[in-house]
């Protein structure tokens, strides 16, 4: 058994990642612990202080207590905004006070785009644009180009979190771009567990989604490699039949 832990801010999305664990198919353990989210905006300042290095070790106890063998921050906002370098220390002091290794939703974009050898991206964003701005600086500082950038303007998580397939689909399509050769959503508040098979066709590409990227950077930590098509083309790169 390989236990994954996850610290996810508030309750929007979190029903993705036991949806997910049942997807592996495999003998993999999600746990999940809601950090405070203090502010539910998508502000700079209020992001900041929901990546703060005080409200995620909070629910770093209970993970390790429940034998997780990695953590992953479940927020991509709350982990670019504080640029590449102080998104690299946010996670630093994170496996330092976990005691495993540790990443965040934003860097487990950049792995996936690495993982699925693309380079053109485009981003179809909920936040604002000038936070949606901040993700592209960040995918290109990690080698990423990317071609577009689309953003909804919505301002709270709790709002995302009532999107269903409809507006998803919307929001991918509005995104794409000819010459991405993949889309990115990188909201943790997103529901889109169920919904990346359909995706993929619609736009006949790859598309990462913050919670699937999420899920898979963990078992990158834990040197885990799952066959899982329908967690999309990223879960694809590895055989069928499991060592």
């Not at 905004?81 to 946010?90: D, K, L, M, R, T």
Request: net charge negative.
């Amino acid at each position: 058994m390989t236990a994954l832990g996850f610290l996810y801010p508030g309750h929007s999305a979190e029903d993705d990642y036991p949806r997910i664990e049942q997807l592996l198919g495999s003998d993999i353990r999600v746990d999940l612990v809601h950090t405070d989210i203090g502010e539910d905006a998508h502000r700079v300042d209020a992001l900041r202080e929901m990546g703060s290095a005080e409200r995620l070790a909070a629910g770093v106890e209970e993970l390790r207590l429940a034998g997780a063998e990695a953590v992953v921050w479940a927020c991509t906002s709350g982990s670019f905004v504080y640029g590449w370098e102080g998104a690299h220390e946010q996670v630093r002091t994170l496996a330092r006070r976990a005691g495993m290794p540790a990443s965040s939703t934003a860097f487990a974009f950049v792995h996936a785009v690495q993982e699925l050898g693309v380079r053109r991206v485009a981003v179809g964003a909920t936040y604002p644009d000038d936070v949606a701005s901040l993700f592209a600086d960040f995918l290109r500082a990690g080698g990423a180009e990317v071609v577009a950038v689309r953003s909804s303007g919505i301002i709270t998580a709790a709002e995302v979190g009532t999107w269903g397939e409809a507006e998803l689909l919307a929001l991918a399509r509005a995104a794409d771009h000819t010459d991405a050769e993949a889309v990115l959503l990188p909201d943790t508040a997103l529901h889109t567990a169920a919904h990346i098979p359909a995706l993929e066709k619609e736009l006949a590409k790859p598309v990462l989604t913050a919670n699937q990227v999420t899920v898979w950077e963990a078992l990158r930590l834990t040197d885990r490699r799952v066959n899982a098509p329908e967690l999309g083309s990223l879960f694809t790169k590895e055989p069928i039949v499991q060592v």
